[in-house]
């Protein structure tokens, strides 16, 4: 698209487009979306094949580089992952600073803001080695801020992984491994969470990814850029909804397990309360990811051995939602996050930091669209706006007001 040209041919006029719903803010060959026939594709490929078949990292290297990568690109990434994840010291004092019971997701967006004073150059991206630099860097140290955000919560000492790990087991490592123990994970649970983290992995033009790029665009570094949006994937009606689905539901279980109760508190216009985990700006018939989820709560509780009645209460949800004209006609079906939680609970994961797991997840995503915006050059997010505001007005001395 000829953008002068456009500019031109529109004489200066501005559309008014609150959320964004109609607008599409740039192109992009990264994701495509269908809302209506829900479907869902990194770089041409389904994600029901991906979540199956790939691993996180090939589908990191995936979403940023554009293709899947040969076994030699692959290992090259991943051991050029594995020199850069050693995090300053002083890092380390930061986060001492913060009280045990701040919310990881404030501590990992101040912590990816504070990589930029201990990796001054990663802001310097314009050649394809500085920029390649800048994003192993991303993708090495936040998995290490992620875990050490849990591991002050949980009162465990930091430290590192083990590098000869894959990329989701040394985060697993991280996060869980106590002193003095020797470790070991169930092969199930590190899949569970492949699977979990390959699903949020990229989205398109959502909140978190649209705050990437227009923070980018200004030229801002990729960490700045990325600390921005974990700050928007923190707000309930985004990837803080994770969390508020498993408090909803066990709020729930607490009440006596009355879903129509709470069915009809989100129905109420007056009533502030909305189904969380249901609803979605663009899918209007169901959310792919939510299918694959749904399958793989109920086939890791199985594998654990775990029974969790939140479980229930989330079908026993879903199945009235999908009998109910309200839900039905303003087509709202269970999103991503609907049973995402159920599953990080069964995998051990501490509530407040299952945003934090998605922001983990959704960092390929970031990283490729901040790439792509870079590297076509796109300007300054800049919108306009429709003044509402007062004319033109004297002013009054404060005596006279
Ligand atoms: N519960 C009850 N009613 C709802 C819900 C819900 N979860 N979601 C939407 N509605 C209703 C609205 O009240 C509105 O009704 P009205 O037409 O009578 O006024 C109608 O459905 C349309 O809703 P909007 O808010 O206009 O839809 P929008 O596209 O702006 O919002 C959103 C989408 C934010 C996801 C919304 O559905 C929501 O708040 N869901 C709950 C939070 C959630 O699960 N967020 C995660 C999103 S997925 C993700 O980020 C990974």
Redesign the pocket.
């Known amino acids: 698209i000829d953008i002068k040209a456009l500019r031109g041919a529109t004489g200066g006029v501005t559309t008014l487009d609150p959320?964004y719903?109609n607008t599409g803010s740039c192109e992009s060959a990264i994701t495509f979306l269908n809302g209506e026939e829900g479907i869902l594709r990194y770089r041409g490929y389904s994600i029901e094949e991906l979540a199956d078949k790939a691993d996180f990292l090939e589908v990191a290297y995936l979403l940023i580089f554009g293709e899947l990568p040969t076994k030699e690109e692959l290992a090259k990434f991943h051991s050029d992952i594995r020199e850069q994840s050693h995090v300053d010291d002083d890092v380390k004092k930061i986060l001492d600073g913060f009280p045990k019971s701040a919310h990881p997701m404030g501590v990992l967006s101040s912590l990816t803001s504070a990589l930029v004073a201990f990796n001054p150059s990663s802001v310097n991206v314009d050649s394809e080695e500085e920029m390649y630099n800048a994003i192993v860097r991303m993708l090495a140290k936040f998995p290490v801020l992620t875990a050490w955000a849990h591991r002050k919560r949980a009162g465990l000492p930091l430290d590192y992984g083990d590098d000869s790990l894959g990329y989701v087991e040394n985060f697993h490592k991280m996060m869980f491994h106590k002193p003095n123990q020797n470790y070991s994970v169930d092969k199930k649970v590190v899949d569970a969470l492949d699977k979990l983290l390959i699903l949020h992995a990229d989205?398109e033009q959502?909140?978190s990814t649209s705050t990437v790029r227009i923070v980018g665009s200004s030229h801002a570094g990729l960490f700045v850029s990325i600390s921005a949006g974990i700050n928007a994937l923190w707000g309930?009606?985004?990837?803080g909804?994770n969390q508020?689905?498993i408090e909803m539901l066990e709020a729930i279980k607490e009440d006596g397990g009355d879903t129509h109760k709470f069915m009809n508190k989100?129905?109420d216009?007056e009533d502030p309360f909305?189904?969380?985990?249901?609803?979605?700006?663009v899918y209007k018939n169901f959310d792919p990811r939510a299918k694959i989820i749904k399958k793989s709560a109920d086939e890791v509780l199985t594998a654990l051995g775990i029974e969790d009645p939140v479980l229930d209460i989330a079908k026993g949800l879903e199945k009235e939602a999908l009998e109910d004209s309200y839900f039905v006609d303003?087509k709202?079906y269970p999103?991503?996050?609907f049973y995402s939680g159920i599953i990080y609970r069964a995998l051990g994961i501490p509530v407040e930091m299952f945003t934090p797991m998605f922001a983990l997840g959704r960092l390929p995503g970031w990283i490729a669209q901040w790439k792509e915006m870079r590297q076509r050059k796109e300007p300054i997010g800049r919108p306009r706006q429709v003044y509402i505001g007062e004319n033109l007005r004297s002013f009054k001395p404060v005596e006279k007001r």
């Open positions: 959320g719903k989205h959502n909140c309930p009606l985004h990837g909804a508020a689905v989100a129905k216009k909305r189904l969380m985990g249901f609803g979605h700006r303003r709202l999103n991503v996050d």
